[in-house]
């Protein structure tokens, strides 16, 4: 015998199933209500990209591609990184309901990639424009894990022609902000962005809260840092960044900004000591992290001292 309520639900998990099949291509059912799909995002041959159809005690859907990283927690976040279209969107609020994160996940961004965006991957030798940006890329010390870590793409036209394109995600996985930075040896303009809201959190869905973060500058910054590093795309800190660190549960907070930015350091040092948290303010002498590697930022990390209440007395001073 089974219930009523089982078909229902049996029913519209399939009806699920077809929604998102017809958005990501054919799947093969895995365990725990999961089923595995192509990646749109890193296109691996193999089925990569694990959904779960069947929601959490938290009423989440995740999702994550083990071979490029992209994740997220609601079906919506999906098919809103995916560009779907407006019509198969209302299809899955139909089926899912209407949620006030699906709300907030479309209020919160009005951000695309570029029309000419292309992901750097598996691209082909007469691709010029692509081995250009690769060889800049791995010039800086990014590797191909890197490329399909942060969605690393590129355009050969456009607006944002001849630069490398950075993307970043909310907890969603949809798209909030990018950054452009220029390949060519003498650009006219070296970075551009989307004029957009930059109330965000960079690289938001690869930060784990539960334990110490690095703030720093520019996107290639936080790349080559590696572990929990989020790029304040500038020298001041955003509203939503700095909510999320006094509430979370982040004991430690690492501080590695330009000497340029001392007035940015102390204003970010006085809230951050306020709410409680160790801070440390890591010594760059005078160089970016991305210019100083993993390995010798790390070395720098484990040398820096913690900053309290007396040393933003002294730095204050200083100014």
């Known amino acids: 015998y089974i219930s009523s309520k089982r078909v229902i639900t049996h029913m ?7 929604l998102v099949e017809s958005v990501l291509g054919k799947s093969n059912p895995t365990a725990r209500g999961n089923h595995a799909f192509k990646c749109p995002f890193c296109n691996h041959k193999n089925p990569k990209l ?17 071979v490029c990283d992209a994740k997220g927690k609601t079906l919506f976040g999906l098919f809103k990184r995916k560009k779907t279209s407006s019509e198969k969107i209302s299809q899955l609020k139909d089926i899912l309901g209407t ?51 942060y969605q690393i ?20 996985g949809v798209l909030d902000y990018f950054v452009a930075r220029s390949f060519e040896n003498d650009p006219r303009r070296k970075y551009d962005a989307p004029s957009s809201d ?16 690095v703030l720093c500058e520019g996107a290639f910054d936080a790349i080559a840092i590696k572990r929990n590093a989020i790029p304040l795309f500038g020298k001041t800190i955003s509203k939503k960044l700095m909510k999320k660190l006094v509430t979370s549960e982040i004991k430690k907070v690492y501080l590695a900004l330009d000497n340029d930015a001392i007035k940015s350091t102390y204003k970010i040092a006085e809230q951050l000591l306020q709410a409680g948290k160790k801070l440390f303010v890591v010594e760059l002498d005078n160089k ?26 002294n730095l204050k001073l200083s100014l």
């Not at 970016?288 to 933003?312: V, W, Y």
């Open 12 to 18: 519209v998990n399939q009806i699920l199933l077809g």
């Open 50 to 66: 694990e959904v779960n159809l069947i929601p959490n005690k938290k009423n989440e859907n995740l999702w994550h591609c083990w």
């Open 198 to 213: 930059k109330n965000i959190i960079g690289f938001e869905n690869m930060i784990n809260w539960d334990v110490p973060v």
């Open 153 to 172: 793409g590129y355009c050969e036209k456009g607006r944002y022609a001849n630069k490398i394109i950075i993307p970043t995600f909310n907890t969603d």
């Open 99 to 149: 949620t006030d994160k699906y709300d907030t996940i479309v209020a919160s961004t009005s951000v695309e990639l570029p029309k000419e965006y292309k992901l750097l991957h598996n691209i082909p030798k007469s691709d010029i424009v692509a081995r250009h940006a690769m060889a800049y890329l791995k010039k800086r010390g990014l590797t191909v894990i890197d490329v399909l870590k």
């Open 288 to 313: 970016d992290p991305s210019d100083m590697g993993f390995a010798l930022f790390t070395n720098k990390i484990q040398e820096s001292q913690e900053f309290n209440f007396s040393s933003l007395f």
